[in-house]
């Protein structure tokens, strides 16, 4: 039991490090395209598909109505899918 217990936790642990990428990412990509960004809240959930792809989501300015979500690819480090709630540069 304590091997399945070992894999639980790397497979925890790499799903972590994924989401925290994927919301670094998220925050590049935002700051970089978009006008008007001085803050951004990042939800506490998050979806993993099955290719890999990590969707992080939350809201900009503390606004919780403009709202953004986007699609990390690991794979090719870069946000492949997003919609955000704010005017682009």
Do not use: C, W
Not at 57 to 80: A, E, H, Q, V
């Amino acid at each position: 039991m304590k091997l399945e217990s070992d894999k639980k936790e790397r497979v925890k642990d790499k799903e972590q490090f994924l989401v925290i990428e994927a919301r670094e990412h998220m925050e590049q990509y935002i700051k970089e395209g978009y006008k008007s960004i001085e803050q951004i809240v990042f939800s506490s959930e998050y979806d993993i598909d099955p290719t890999g792809g990590v969707e992080v989501r939350g809201y900009l300015n503390n606004d919780r109505d403009k709202k953004f979500s986007g699609i990390y690819d690991p794979t090719n480090k870069k946000i492949g899918v997003a919609l955000v709630d704010a005017k682009e540069k």
